[in-house]
T-cell receptor, first 117, second 113 residues
Framework: GAVVSQHPSRVICKSGTSVKIECRSL??????MFWYRQFPKQSLMLMAT?????????EQGVEKDKFLINHASLTLSTLTVTSAHPEDSSFYIC?????????????FGDGTRLSIL | SQQGEEDPQALSIQEGENATMNCSYK?????LQWYRQNSGRGLVHLIL?????REKHSGRLRVTLDTSKKSSSLLITASRAADTASYFC?????????????FGGGTRLMVKP
């Protein structure tokens, strides 16, 4: 199977802290990785798409200076929530895909629950 | 706005019964995918059906796709308590029109033992 590891699974920190979340594809090369945000009992909202070696493409309304995405290798993408505030508290999920075209399924990490006090 | 809308939003059935979830979408697609999410966890891919396919099976799962009606259904037969989860459909637009997944609102399924 295709395994995606997301770390950490839970973060509790003070307002103003920057938090880094890692997403790794363990047994395949991920050409494309995605970051989602999910509010309770709601669907996933795509935040950004990142292709290895190029800048991330952010969805409308997502602040790129607030949510820094780095996809430095074919197996690792990171999301850094800079100067986090309580309104940034949410469930963040990454996913990875082998191709760029969308003909392959996405494989998801187990999510990171971020709580900003 | 969401590409897919799912129906029903919530479904409660007894173990052993079949569960049917429907998904409607708005524009032409390259493929449609179904995912499952257990509470507080990531999503697990279930089935991918391409726009030129009409039906796919995987174990107790059966997915249909009707591109003329822009709709899909997921059938879980002989449900088990362990099937309790949220189920999402997601679409991928045709090539060169965006290749990310766009998720529907999901159906929360509860299977009572």
């Amino acid at each position: 199977g295709a395994v995606v590891s997301q770390h950490p699974s839970r973060v509790i920190c003070k307002s103003g802290t920057s938090v880094k979340i890692e997403c790794r594809s363990l047994d395949f090369q991920a050409t494309t990785m995605f970051w989602y945000r999910q509010f309770p009992k709601q669907s996933l909202m795509l935040m950004a798409t990142s292709n290895e070696g190029s800048k991330a493409t952010y969805e409308q309304g997502v602040e790129k200076d607030k949510f820094l995405i780095n996809h430095a290798s074919l197996t690792l993408s990171t999301l850094t929530v800079t100067s986090a505030h309580p309104e940034d508290s949410s469930f963040y999920i990454c996913s990875a895909r082998r191709d760029r075209d969308g003909n392959q399924p996405q494989h998801f990490g187990d999510g990171t629950r971020l709580s900003i006090l | 706005s969401q590409q897919g809308e799912e129906d029903p939003q919530a479904l409660s059935i007894q173990e052993g019964e079949n569960a049917t979830m429907n998904c409607s979408y708005k524009t032409s697609i390259n493929n449609l995918q179904w995912y499952r999410q257990n509470s507080g966890r990531g999503l697990v891919h279930l089935i991918l059906i391409r726009s030129n396919e009409r039906e796919k099976h995987s174990g107790r799962l059966r997915v249909t796709l009707d591109t003329s009606k822009k709709s899909s259904s997921l059938l879980i037969t002989a449900s088990r308590a362990a099937d309790t989860a949220s189920y999402f459909c997601a679409t991928v637009l045709p090539l060169n029109a965006g290749n990310m997944l766009t998720f529907g609102g999901g159906t929360r399924l509860m299977v009572k033992p």
